[in-house]
């Protein structure tokens, strides 16, 4: 089972930019398909992004040309950078791992876009 810790939320204007990282031990991060949810105040939480331990990585339509989401296998990190940051995007971001059926949640970090 993977343990995840994500950084480097924080607040920041919209229009600016801010970069999540993601930490995963106890497992061998490069065969998990890995990922990206966010989670708004009285919502629910959605994926913002994936990417497969091979393949393309996916988007969620309000993000697209925005974010942009990467790995480093040999750092077990995942990585989401977040450009042209709009109010509608803060929220608690959590990492994911899935394997088979199996995954693990980190414990999320708040990212606040408020001028």
């Known amino acids: 089972q993977m343990f995840l810790v994500e950084s480097g939320g924080g607040l920041v204007q919209p229009g600016g930019s801010l970069k999540l990282s993601c930490t995963g031990s106890?497992?061998?991060?490069?065969?998990?398909?890995m990922g990206w949810y966010r989670q708004a105040p009285g919502k629910e939480r959605e994926l913002v992004a994936q990417?497969?331990?091979?393949?393309?990585?996916k988007y969620a339509d309000s993000v697209k040309g925005r974010f942009a989401i990467s790995r480093d296998n040999d750092k077990s990190t995942l990585y989401l950078q977040m450009n042209h940051l709009k109010s509608d995007d803060t929220a608690v971001y959590y990492c994911?791992?899935?394997?088979?059926?199996?995954?693990?949640w980190g414990q999320g970090t708040q990212v606040t876009v408020s001028s």
């Open positions: 994911k791992s899935e394997l088979g059926g199996y995954y693990s």
């Open positions: 990417i497969p331990s091979l393949g393309i990585p």
């Open positions: 106890g497992s061998t991060f490069s065969i998990y398909t």
